[in-house]
């Protein structure tokens, strides 16, 4: 055990998660927050780890999708944010979703009751102190002002920005069940689930061209200040879709594939709203991928022209906030330390990563990396095989070719196979059993398979490698 502490500064997922990965070395941590202090235009409580923009952690399949293969790595890791995640969780089909409130609680308490760790809610508005000689920057993508000022001053170069949106959420006892009925996608059950994990509202043709309609011509918020600042494509408010093309949204988040009106069996709808429970006790649901930029008066209005919604009252609108993350690839060593100034790393979305789970996860990788440099052990980085890995790569230029395409190219990324190198043709392998002949659509099912059995046996072994030796022991 050391009595030197490591600060970190932010209390959202990745800074928590970043905290309990260090203290859980032996080493002190404190964590600055400055929500208690002073609020951000997106969050509504003080609680650290508080969700923001959807309770969905998305897919929890970990042998098909990158996303479920993230959370499987972290609980190998044993990370705080997954076990609050777990520990809290609501039906969600195939998703991890989570009561937002009994998570927050969760990693608070955590925190809270670790011996090694002292949070302190007070601004940090430059960077760290030279005294801090062992930081990490946690801020997301609400960093205050003026530390985003002192970054870009040591730096050099202006963070990129984009916008981001929060989508609706409404009372369930005012949704019109005579219209909408429960059921997952394909019926699709899920860790936690029962095949009924959403709320579909359908549409015909006529309401659906009446909707985008409305959609196109609703009064938004507008941030000229910051005319030019592209959108990440993950997280399109509904309005920007719409604009995108008449069709866009029923191919998109409003896609009526895979569901059956419970009330009108043999009506094929033209498209289909679904909401998801937000919180354990069932009384809230969120509107799936309907972030937005409308104004407050016209989103109530337009949003209550979906059939079931008609009298519907919400518990919190949708909104806009910029969101900033770092040219990482430029800025950052491979074990995320900011180049111009050793001991000082960044973790979560301000890397350029998006995503709940994305963010903890650099936030864990951080974590891990500070607490070597803190007892003097080597830097081991994640196989480039692993979820972790990857991600690592991405935002440290493993995907880039030249130093022009650095300053051209990195965008904020999702966990994905794209991310991954190939596996070997050898491991695409017919399952046992398999008959009949062998097509692309199986062929891909069978790559997906490869690359999660490699990356869990990669990912096992490289935690067996840095595991403590009083662990070992």
Known sequence: MTSRPIHIVGGGLAGSEAAWQIANRGIPVILHEMRGVRGTDAHKTDGLAELVCSNSFRSDDSEHNAVGLIHAEMRMADSLIMRSGDANQVPAGGALAVDRDGFSDAVSKALHGHPLIEIVRE????????????????????????LADAIALETGADSL??????????????INMDIAWFQ???????PGGTGKD???????????EAFVD?????????????EGTPY??????????????????????????????????DEKAYAVVQLRQDNALGTLYNMVGFQTKLRYGPQAEIFRMIPGLENAEFARLGGLHRNTYLNSPVLLGDDLQLKSRPGLRFAGQITGCEGYVESAAIGLLAGRFAAADRLGEP?????????????????????I?????????????????????????????????????????DKAIAKKRALTDRAKRDIAAWLETIRPRAAAE
């Open 379 to 399: 830097i081991s980085l994640p196989p480039p095989t692993t979820a972790f890995g990857a991600l690592l790569n991405h935002i440290t230029g493993g995907h």
């Open 198 to 208: 959403y709320i579909n509202c359908p549409m015909n043709r006529e309401q659906y």
């Open 232 to 265: 990440f494509d993950g997280c399109l408010p509904i309005e920007v879709m719409a604009e995108r093309g008449r069709e866009t949204l029923r191919h998109g988040p409003m896609k009526p594939m895979g569901l059956t009106n419970a009330h009108k069996p």
């Open 184 to 190: 997952s996608r394909y019926d699709k059950v899920g």
């Open 401 to 441: 070719v030249s130093e022009d395409e650095k300053k051209r190219s990195f965008q904020p990324m999702n966990v994905n196979f794209g991310l991954f190198p190939p596996p070997d043709e050898g491991a695409l392998k017919k399952p046992e059993g398999y008959e009949g002949r062998w097509r692309g659509k």
């Open 214 to 226: 409305a959609l196109v011509a609703g009064d938004k918020t507008e941030f000229r200040e910051w």
């Open 161 to 174: 920005a984009f916008f981001d949106a929060i989508a609706p959420i409404v009372h369930f006892d005012t």
């Open 123 to 146: 601004e940090v508005t430059g960077l760290p102190p030279e005294d801090w000689d062992l930081a990490i920057i946690a801020t997301g993508p609400l960093t205050a002002q003026s």
